[in-house]
């Protein structure tokens, strides 16, 4: 079965500082997909990012960044100068295409708090 | 381009009570997924629709079902309420159940048995 771990339960940091988040997977799978969403207040999950395990290639954007390493079977998240708004939930998940469908496996997920 | 819909936004019940929920996929997709997230967890998925059709189901009862209609909305039933349904569940759209395409949520239901 496909398992999630995200260790960190809760992360407070300051404005401006580098936070990372970390996820760690577990599948029998050779071909997966694994995705972070962001979850406000509000509660709505807010899709960020998907990589394949064939793409190992780290990527930038804005803000983020991701490092994927599949010999240790992490998916680490990484927010760099930290605002209020990033202030969430943030889950790891693990695609499984079971036959004729798909289903997400997702972490604990980690509260980060943001503050001023 | 309008995104998932759900409704209602919140739902109080009793015990044993029936509820539906309702979800409206994102515009163009064809695939609807329910998850079921309480309070402090990630969300568990129940089960995924296509082509009308239950295509996996996740360690559900048999008191949630769901249906999906022509339009490819969807919606989640559960029977015989108890205290321990109380929880977010989640509607997510993606564009086709055989591949691994991102799953895009809504808002959620936020229901609450008494």
């Known amino acids: 079965a496909q398992k999630v771990t995200q260790a960190q339960t809760e992360i407070s940091v300051v404005e401006k500082e580098d936070v990372t988040l970390d996820c760690v997977y577990e599948t029998r799978d050779t071909t997966y997909y694994l995705f972070w969403y962001k979850q406000p207040p509000s509660g709505e999950l807010v899709f960020l990012i998907r990589?394949?395990?064939?793409?190992?290639q780290n990527e930038i954007s804005g803000r983020y960044s991701w490092n994927f390493q599949k010999s240790t079977s992490s998916f680490n998240f990484t927010i760099t100068a930290s605002q209020v708004v990033d202030s969430a939930v943030y889950f790891c998940?693990?695609?499984?295409?079971?036959?004729?469908?798909?289903?997400?496996?997702f972490g604990t997920g980690t509260r980060l708090q943001v503050t001023l | 381009d309008a995104g998932v819909t759900q409704s209602p936004t919140h739902l109080i019940k009793t015990r044993g009570q029936q509820v539906t929920l309702r979800c409206s996929p994102k515009s163009g997709h064809d695939t609807v997924s329910w998850y079921q997230q309480a309070l402090g967890q990630g969300p568990q998925f129940i089960f995924q629709y296509y082509e009308e059709e239950e295509r996996q189901r996740g360690n559900f009862p048999d008191r949630f079902s769901g249906h999906q209609f022509p339009n490819y909305s969807s919606e989640l039933n559960v029977n015989a309420l108890l205290l321990g349904d109380s929880a977010l569940y989640l509607c997510a759209s993606s564009l086709y159940a055989t591949s691994t395409d991102t799953q895009y949520f809504g808002p959620g239901t936020r229901l609450t048995v008494l």
């Open positions: 990589r394949n395990s064939f793409d190992e």
């Open positions: 998940a693990l695609s499984e295409l079971t036959g004729t469908a798909s289903k997400l496996t």
